[in-house]
């Protein structure tokens, strides 16, 4: 069974959308959970924690289901920048090797 | 001014060559890493080192040998390179929560 699973997409949507990924992960001690994007052909970077109690960050808002074991990300208002692949990222504990990354979600924002 | 830098950023060599990647941070933290994503774009540790000690050492072939000679610095040789080893190879360093990755290091096979 996969770690972390995410649909891969491609998420195609139009400017201004609201759309929405999920991702579940199968180790119930992860401790700590993460969305990083990655643009083509460059490096992850964090983009933001995800908290049990839920946490938004102007478009962004994360989601953990600690019960269900999924994450969610919900972008709204959508950009042309934001097209990009989102991965879900999932700590179980101990130091920063154990972070666990999904194969990704694949957004492309259209005009 | 760049935080994790890796070298080369793209090498292409023949199969069964010796290849090396360099990577230094900048931003003093005490670990490094190196990551692998292959083609289907799955990102996957290879090594952890924690001020210059080995921490993690996933199911890599021995033919991939980290040496870090400071905590700042962390460098992976590959010997008999083949033709699987074609990725995009990520150095990184964290503290705390934040995994910073360096811009990768396209490695072809041929």
């Known amino acids: 069974r996969k770690e972390v699973e995410q649909d891969p997409g491609p998420f195609n949507v139009p400017e201004g959308a609201t759309v929405a990924f999920n991702c579940t992960y199968s180790n119930s001690a992860s401790q700590s959970f993460f969305w990083y994007r990655q643009d083509c052909r460059k490096e992850p970077k964090l983009l933001m924690s995800?908290?049990?109690s839920g946490n938004e960050d102007g478009r962004f808002t994360a989601q953990l289901n600690r019960a269900s074991q999924y994450i969610s990300l919900l972008i709204r208002d959508s950009k042309l920048s934001d097209s990009a692949t989102y991965l879900c990222?999932?700590?179980?504990?101990?130091?920063?090797?154990?972070?666990?990354f999904g194969k990704g979600t694949k957004l492309s924002v259209k005009p | 001014d760049t935080a994790v830098s890796q070298t080369p950023k793209y090498l292409v060599t023949q199969m069964g060559n010796d290849k090396s990647i360099k990577c230094e941070q900048n931003l003093g933290h005490d670990t490094m890493y190196w990551y692998k994503q292959d083609s289907k774009k799955f990102l996957k540790i290879m090594f952890s080192?924690?001020?210059?000690?080995?921490?993690i050492n996933e199911t890599v072939p021995n033919r991939f040998s980290p040496k870090s000679p400071d905590k700042a610095h962390l460098n992976l040789h590959i010997n008999s390179l083949e033709l699987g080893d074609s990725a995009v190879y990520f150095c990184?360093?964290?503290?705390?929560?934040?995994?910073?990755f360096g811009e990768g290091s396209w490695l072809t096979v041929v």
């Open positions: 990184a360093s964290s503290r705390g929560n934040t995994i910073y």
């Open positions: 080192y924690n001020n210059k000690e080995l921490i």
């Open positions: 990222v999932v700590n179980y504990g101990g130091s920063q090797g154990n972070l666990i």
């Open positions: 995800v908290y049990s």
